[in-house]
């Protein structure tokens, strides 16, 4: 696999040349040089963004972390590393030295970051620092263990404007006997001792992902994990981590970070017997096993992190705009989602051309640019008991193919997308009934179902090239400008038979590898398509699918009410920009719920703005509410999606109110949306202070829906709608206000 950072990589700052012993590595015009090496101390130092970074070698010849967190002045000192004093017979000397990347051996205790076994029975690896040298950018560190032959390159990825670092790792055997990797993580991140740490992660299940939780760290591992086979939504591999009490929405010290990987996962968090707090992420230990022969290497995901002093939100925001500018890929990166139509949720595996073409026709009235024809079209797929794996038009649907109807989508303005499930297979398929070898499965032993699919396992070559195919020529044959890329099970009985026993467990990695391989061939075989990863909602959203493909789907829950919860708590990790939303049928199929159309489109408007409901039973009335609303995302879209956002009151908990604000990145415009689930007795709703703006400007603000109190003026200064706030009036059950405010210029002597 290629290694995971090419965008970062690509756009690091040119490197300087290394003179002397204390050597400015990278510089560019308008940035401080990144990496600093001082061969006397024989310390790295990494100034990016508003942080430092810094790790050293110690007496051991480990590689020690020195330091994490806000920017240091360029002339301060930092100590040499030197490993903690060891405190007992228990806690030895170089037990629990902060390793940057810690082999299993000697007398560590801290979590380690690789653990193998060898051939002849050896289980111990200590690694010892060797080289450095950078390429493209990034700061590539060599640790060796030179007894057993086992070589580590550490990579370091600067992204110079938001200080998120990514590190990475390459596992390399120059051993004449094969070594078994048992536990590979990409990174250890070590943070200063401290006894106050509370730790912030995502935690959910099918149509209700993305709950925010927060629980102290007190000694004692947590571990977020999937053991799922690929990303899941039982946790999402993100933390964020503050201090105490301190830390909130907008203040307090927070290490953040994610892990780019859509395999079974692990993020391990440990605090140790000195208050020191190591958090190491990679592929889940569980089950897991990669056999390196001789001359072989692994290279691992990249775990990305950062650091802010300015709580929560900012590091929010410093995950949006890093996912925006380095993940994203490249013609994703500045482009805005289409409003999209999909008719899932109104006909279901009911897809046929009349039908279809019905629907594109009142969509485009509407205002959609995009329009998706969902699950159902091909094989013998009415319903989700056959036909997944057989990627052929279905002809009684689509007598003609899908020409007929791409080609009345594009008349109308509009560019088609089509759903495929590629990594499944129901049984009762033809492709399953021809190879049924092709999925994961142990010899003999039962094959759990899923949906009544199974999973083929794209592990193996023959298999990964089927699926390519398939796609390829689907692609090819039909002018297809988007893919819905689902995936709609948990692994279970996950054995390769063909394989040696020695060499089955590559799967986790040779599975995610191939998928990601597939999903890259198709985009440069195919320019300008776009791909949502959806995985029956939420289940597959992480930086590492995100760097494939242009949108997500956070969850099939379409209610919105629930969906201001699952996007507030995506929006911690996740950019607005990928996350698209859906106004649907009232009552919602979820829970019953009923709400206003103006309700569902302004939740839906907080991200990419689709429509999934049955439009065609949409009265006139219904109909002119959705393409005013329809229009007026479409003025506010860049702020949504590219902007900056701030989440002033939050709707975790179930909580009555909750209030978003987006700043568009040249402070143009600002939007702010506001929600009352439930109104309380006569009280008011709670003043909304804006955020974001310049005080000195004066800004005009309208509304797209709702009501103000009474006296709210219609221009008023940066500083007034900061620090007065605006007053909306949301009463009853399920109220909903939006309000646009446009910079108009200085305030007259920019004075208060
Ligand atoms: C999953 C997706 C839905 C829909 C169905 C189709 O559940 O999340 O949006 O595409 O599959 O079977």
Redesign the pocket.
Same mark, same amino acid.
């Given at each position: 696999m290629k290694r995971a950072i090419p965008c970062l990589a690509a756009t690091m700052l040119a490197l300087g040349a290394w003179l002397g012993s204390s050597v400015t590595a990278c510089a560019s015009s308008t940035q401080a040089a990144p990496i600093h090496y001082d061969a006397g101390r024989r310390t790295f130092r990494i100034d990016a963004g508003k942080i430092t970074y810094a790790f050293g070698v110690n007496g051991n010849g480990a590689l020690q972390t020195l330091y994490w967190g806000a920017r240091l002045m360029a002339n301060d000192p930092l100590p040499t590393a030197a490993p903690p004093a060891p405190r007992s017979s228990f806690d030895p000397a170089g037990a629990n030295t902060p390793q940057e990347y810690a082999g299993w051996g000697g007398p560590i205790t801290v979590m380690p970051d690789l653990k193998v076994h060898f051939a002849d029975g050896n289980r111990d690896l200590v690694l010892r620092y060797d080289s450095y040298r950078i390429v493209d950018g990034t700061l590539m560190v060599t640790l060796r263990d030179k007894q057993a032959g086992v070589s580590v390159v550490l990579d370091y990825a600067v992204d110079a404007n938001t200080g998120i670092i990514g590190r990475s790792a390459r596992i390399e055997n120059h051993a004449t006997q094969a070594v078994t990797l048992d536990r590979v993580a990409a990174a250890s991140w070590n943070l200063p001792p401290a006894t106050d740490y509370s730790l912030r992660y995502l935690t959910g299940t099918w149509a209700g992902e993305w709950h925010l939780r927060t629980r102290p760290l007190t000694p004692g591992a947590t571990e977020l994990e999937s053991r799922r086979g690929s990303t899941g939504d039982e946790n999402n591999p993100w933390f964020a981590i503050g201090r105490g009490a301190e830390w909130n929405e907008s203040r307090g010290r927070v290490w953040f970070g994610a892990l780019a990987w859509s395999g079974s996962w692990s993020i391990h968090i440990d605090q140790d017997v000195l208050s020191q707090v190591r958090v190491t992420g990679g592929y889940n230990p569980f089950d897991f096993a990669y056999q390196l022969e001789p001359g072989q290497s692994l290279d691992t995901p990249v775990f990305y992190a950062g650091y802010t002093d300015d709580g929560i939100g900012e590091a929010s925001r410093l995950m949006h705009q890093f996912e925006r500018s380095r993940i994203l890929p490249a013609h994703a990166q500045l482009k805005l989602r289409p409003v999209l139509y999909n008719s %899932?949720e109104a006909t279901e595996f009911k897809v046929d051309e009349a039908g279809q073409e019905r629907l594109a026709e009142k969509a485009a009235a509407l205002g959609v640019e995009r329009f998706v024809v969902?699950?159902g079209w091909f094989g013998a797929r009415n319903s989700?008991h056959a036909g997944l794996g057989d990627w052929t038009v279905n002809r009684e649907k689509f007598p003609n193919g899908l020409k007929p109807l791409i080609d009345k989508v594009h008349g109308l303005g509009m560019s088609f997308g089509l %759903?495929v499930?590629p990594e499944m297979v129901n049984p009762d398929s033809d492709l399953y009934r021809k190879h049924p070898d092709w999925v994961l499965n142990f010899d003999g032993r039962q094959r759990s179902l899923g949906r009544n699919q199974l999973v083929l396992n794209l592990a193996r070559d023959d298999v990964s090239e089927h699926i390519f195919h398939v796609l390829d020529d689907l692609l090819s044959h039909n002018d297809i400008q988007f893919l819905?890329w &689902?995936y709609?099970r948990n692994w279970s009985e996950p054995g390769w038979p063909q394989q040696t026993p020695e060499q089955q467990q590559k799967v986790y990695v040779t599975y995610v590898q191939h998928l990601y391989d597939i999903i890259r061939r198709l985009r440069e075989r195919h320019l300008g398509l776009e791909i949502e990863s959806?995985? $029956? $909602?939420g289940a597959r959203v992480d930086l590492g699918i995100m760097s494939l493909t242009d949108e997500v %789907?956070p969850s &099939?829950n379409t209610d919105p009410s629930d969906r201001l919860s699952i996007q507030d708590g995506f929006s911690y990790a996740y950019a607005p920009a990928v996350m698209m939303a859906w106004v649907t049928g009232s009552p919602n199929w979820v829970n019953g719920r009923s709400s206003s159309l103006d309700f569902r489109f302004l939740s839906s408007m907080q991200g990419g703005l689709g429509i999934g409901a049955n439009i065609l039973q949409w009265t006139p009335a219904e109909d002119a509410t959705a393409r005013g609303y329809i229009a007026a995302y479409k003025d506010i879209r860049a702020t949504v999606q590219l902007g900056r956002l701030y989440r002033l009151l939050s709707p975790q908990e179930r909580a009555p109110h909750s209030a978003t604000e987006s700043v568009a990145t040249d402070g143009r415009q600002a939007v702010l949306f506001a929600f009352l689930r439930q109104g309380q007795e006569a009280q008011a709703y709670p003043t909304l202070y804006l955020q974001g703006l310049d005080e000195t400007a004066r800004y005009r603000y309208r509304l797209i829906h709702g009501k103000a109190a009474n006296g709210t003026p219609e221009v008023a200064s940066g500083a007034y709608w900061m620090h007065r706030g605006i007053d909306l009036e949301l009463r009853g059950d399920m109220d909903a206000a939006a309000a646009v405010f446009e910079r108009i210029g200085k305030v007259a002597n920019g004075s208060r």
């Open positions: %899932w969902d699950d989700d %759903w499930e819905k &689902d709609n959806c995985s $029956g $909602g %789907w &099939d």
